[in-house]
């Protein structure tokens, strides 16, 4: 026998998220393993010393990276000596009295990380700060 349309269940009318949440959480892994490698960008080796805390909190910081040729990076894009001094003045028009951070790789010569805090310095960034590993073991 024939059952009426009327004795039939409605249509149900709810939203399936479950498809939505499955593209969200694989997103989300992909987004996970590639975020370590937009830092990883510059072959730095950061020298190691035992810290009792850290000094930066804030997301937006100012970090100069120098590789161990001596070259200048701001997040992964390399500037001239010039060019980084007129980034700097702009960040430090955005965020007066903030610190500066150099990331320097241990091979690089001393007196081009002093050059670059000189000239930050000479430019009106007062505070700096290095940026060292933590000692493993």
């Known amino acids: 026998m024939l ?26 892994v992909i987004f996970m393993i590639t975020a370590p490698l937009f830092t990883k960008a510059i072959d730095i080796q950061l020298p190691q010393e035992n810290l009792r805390s850290s000094t930066i909190k804030d997301a937006r910081k100012f970090v100069i990276d120098i ?10 894009k390399r500037y001239s000596a010039k060019n980084l001094l007129k980034e700097a003045l702009k960040w430090k028009e955005r965020s007066p009295g903030e610190t500066a951070f150099i990331r320097a790789d241990k091979r690089v010569k001393y007196g081009n990380i002093t050059s670059l805090m000189v000239l930050l310095k000479n430019s009106g960034i007062q505070r700096l700060g290095l940026l060292v590993e933590e000692k493993t073991g």
């Open 3 to 28: 059952k009426k349309r009327q004795e039939e269940q409605p249509p149900i009318s709810e939203i399936n998220v479950t498809p939505f949440v499955d593209v969200l959480l694989v997103l989300l």
């Open 67 to 76: 590789n161990r040729n001596g070259k200048y990076y701001i997040k992964g």
